[in-house]
């Protein structure tokens, strides 16, 4: 039996700020929701499943949302499922939703993904010391600057493309009314003269913490007919590894690219950067970008990836715009930042961006990452129904 | 001596939770020692009030302030109380229907014995002498007195004034961390001042610390290997931002050190050296506390520092970036 085609009919998220305490976590899942629910012109009661991820749970001191959230998602007497890998949750958490879908078992699923990030620290949480052991743990911004170090030295990158990419994804964020920083002044100097945090990443080059939701409705291809402009489901792939291991490349893990190589078959893509009009990459931290671009498959191993992103062929207006939204770098609900690059790849190829919107976009890639650099979870959406 | 060593850890934050506006006027109802409920779609009144319909899904905002005194629906008796409930003697765990509400609200009853209790019994609200917009600040249910609860010093009309928008809850869990049979072997390695790795036999890689499984292919390490005290940076950052919880006062260098004879490198504290001379490919050693400090830690090597000797290839190091 093949997979049924599915496709994204709605997209919803809220505004993100670094607080939102004027809602609960259940009032914050829900504007997503209802937003979601509107662009798809449906109401919960059509819902068959819903499908929920959040960030790791020592982030929010919640260990089981889906306990207290059931009925404020509209879960009672319907299925309700959690994903957790970690940062890439959002990613992953969409592809369990779609492939509930795709296997026929459900014809309407529903699935959000949240973070409220003001209510804890993130950074604490990430570097709780363990017995035994060197407590030099220092967030996620400890744990991966030694690997932008590394990808630095392989690549022989200047050191300013860190800067572009930042730049670049802040002055994206003010084309998108939902975005958490709005800094119309940064520019690749100001980046280059904001504070070194960890060495080699500056503060201007590293994602906010955030509060924010995102909601997606996902369908089967009976429904979709009634939608004017459904993002159609091309291939989606989920990779996981071991996060240290003897030789593990942490810059380009292996996790990474077979994923991205299962997803461009998946998808009939053989050529990434003349097939994808748009890509909504987790960069948490400018550095990822040509990381990413690299691993993904869009630019050569070792350069490639700063070369494309130092040309501008990552900007608006290039050969691979990239988090047009203004990307992770601009708006961090870790919990629902993979379903944001999830969800703004369905609104380009919906041609629903707004001002983002990149012109004609056919086809897009949302990416998402997670843990150190070991969970991985893409898809690729079209405005076309998919062939294989 | 037993096979793993193992360690008290406590994880502890004080969570800041937004309460939203239904939850955030159940609260302020507390505070100023009235129980509000939400009214349904059905017409049913639900203490706390539930922050959306059941059956229509939007968000509550029909409030209804419900009797201090109500009916025990069912219970459950606790003989030995543990941290953090409501009392610290016996007591029971009652469902209760207030007066006026259609929906049952757990909380604790103060009596002494299981005999005290019954379904059906009558109880009433013991208001605490200073509330703050918590659950707490009902101290607890007691059987009813036929005078409803003993009044308390709660300024009329004030329901809805200065709301109350957030609580903490301060989460405190306390773990006995274990380290596994193979990483006790190298804690105990380093409290007699050595650095002890295994070999994995499927893929013969040497693990600094050991693993019950190869990450690789899921073999647990064996043959013990002493790697050497000096090794090279492989890759690192300056760690320049203060943060909730460090040990260490920054400015200071994280270093991933490959050992000489390990295939994975360690995560460790670079000084000696200034912060922005430390390069990728340094030789550096170990610097070990005085003895008499040593336990059972990687901390027993107080940091890393360079031996002098000129810069690792990058080719010799290169596959552990």
């Not at chain 1, 942490?250 to 893509?269: C, E, F, M, T, Y």
């Not at chain 2, 109880?123 to 002498?129: G, K, S």
């Not at chain 2, 899921?218 to 203060?242: K, M, Y």
């Amino acid at each position: 039996m093949t997979k049924q085609p599915a496709a994204v009919v709605g997209v919803g998220q809220t505004h993100h700020r670094a607080k939102r305490e004027d809602v609960s976590m259940a009032g914050l899942c829900r504007e997503a929701i209802d937003r979601a629910l509107e662009d798809a012109g449906m109401t919960l009661d059509e819902i068959d499943a819903i499908v929920v991820g959040k960030a790791p749970d020592l982030f929010e001191g919640v260990m089981m949302p889906e306990l207290f959230l059931a009925e404020a998602l509209g879960a009672a007497g319907k299925p309700l499922l959690r994903v957790h890998t970690a940062g890439s949750v959002g990613g992953s958490t969409a592809i369990v939703a779609s492939l509930l879908v795709q296997a026929g078992v459900h014809r309407k699923v529903l699935t959000v993904a949240y973070e409220k990030q003001s209510e804890s620290n993130a950074m604490w949480a990430l570097s709780v010391p363990l017995p035994f052991n060197m407590p030099v743990h220092a967030g996620a911004g400890g744990y991966f600057a030694p690997h932008v170090r590394s990808y630095i030295r392989r690549s022989n990158a200047p050191t300013h493309v860190g800067a572009i990419v930042a730049a670049k994804d802040r002055q994206n964020a003010l084309r998108n009314p939902y975005a958490h920083l709005k800094n119309p002044d940064t520019t690749v100097e100001s980046v280059l003269a904001s504070q070194m945090l960890w060495d080699p990443i500056r503060y201007d080059e590293t994602c906010p913490s955030s509060d924010g939701a995102c909601a997606l409705v996902i369908v089967s291809e009976d429904v979709a007919a009634a939608s004017p402009n459904p993002a159609w489901i091309h291939g989606t792939v989920m990779r996981s590894e071991a996060t240290t291991a003897a030789e593990r490349d942490q810059v380009n893990p292996q996790a990474s690219r077979d994923a991205a190589a299962a997803l461009w078959k998946q998808a009939g893509i053989t050529n990434p950067l003349e097939e994808i009009d748009a890509a909504e990459i987790y960069v948490p931290f400018s550095w990822f970008e040509p990381m990413w671009l690299e691993s993904l498959g869009f630019a050569e191993e070792n350069g490639g990836g700063w070369r494309l992103t130092e040309s501008g062929g990552t900007a608006m207006d290039g050969v691979l715009p990239v988090n047009c939204s203004g990307g992770v770098l601009s708006s961090n609900p870790i919990g629902a930042s993979g379903m944001l690059r999830f969800g703004e790849a369905a609104l380009q190829v919906r041609g629903a961006a707004g001002e983002h919107q990149v012109d004609g976009a056919r086809r897009a890639l949302g990416h998402a990452y997670g843990g150190g650099s070991q969970f991985f979870a893409m898809w690729v959406v079209g405005a076309e129904k998919p062939s294989n | 001596m037993t096979r793993t060593l193992s360690a008290p850890v406590t994880v502890a934050f004080d969570y800041t939770r937004s309460t939203g506006p239904v939850l955030g006027r159940f609260l302020t109802g507390l505070r100023d020692a009235k129980l509000v409920g939400g009214r349904t779609s059905e017409g049913k009144v639900v203490v706390p009030p539930p922050e959306f319909d059941p059956v229509t899904h939007a968000a509550i905002d029909d409030f209804v302030e419900v009797a201090p005194t109500g009916t025990v629906t069912s219970w459950t008796w606790v003989p030995e109380p543990v941290a953090g409930q409501p009392f610290d003697r016996p007591f029971a765990f009652v469902l209760v229907t207030l007066d006026g509400a259609d929906a049952p609200f757990l909380h604790a009853l103060d009596v002494s014995s299981p005999d005290q209790v019954s379904t059906g019994m009558r109880v009433q609200v013991r208001w605490a002498d200073e509330r703050v917009g918590a659950i707490t600040d009902i101290a607890g249910l007691e059987p009813a007195t036929g005078n409803g609860p003993t009044a308390v010093d709660a300024p009329e009309g004030r329901l809805g004034e200065n709301p109350v928008t957030g609580v903490i809850t301060p989460v405190s869990l306390d773990y006995q961390y274990a380290a596994s049979p193979e990483e006790s072997a190298f804690y105990r390695g380093l409290n007699e001042g050595r650095i002890v790795g295994q070999r994995c036999p499927t893929c013969r890689k040497v693990y600094v610390p050991p693993r019950s499984a190869c990450p690789a292919d899921g073999t647990p390490t064996a043959e013990e290997v002493e790697v050497s005290q000096t090794g090279t940076i492989t890759t690192f950052c300056i760690v320049n931002v203060p943060f909730l919880g460090q040990k260490i006062t920054p400015p200071y260098v994280s270093a991933y050190v490959l050992l000489d004879g390990a295939d994975i490198a360690i995560l460790h504290l670079i000084l000696g050296v200034p912060a922005d001379e430390v390069r990728m490919g340094m030789r550096v050693k170990a610097v070990w506390k005085p003895e008499e400090e040593w336990t059972y830690s990687l901390e027993n090597i107080d940091h890393f520092e360079p031996t002098g000797d000129p810069d690792a290839d990058y080719d010799t190091y290169r596959h552990h970036l």
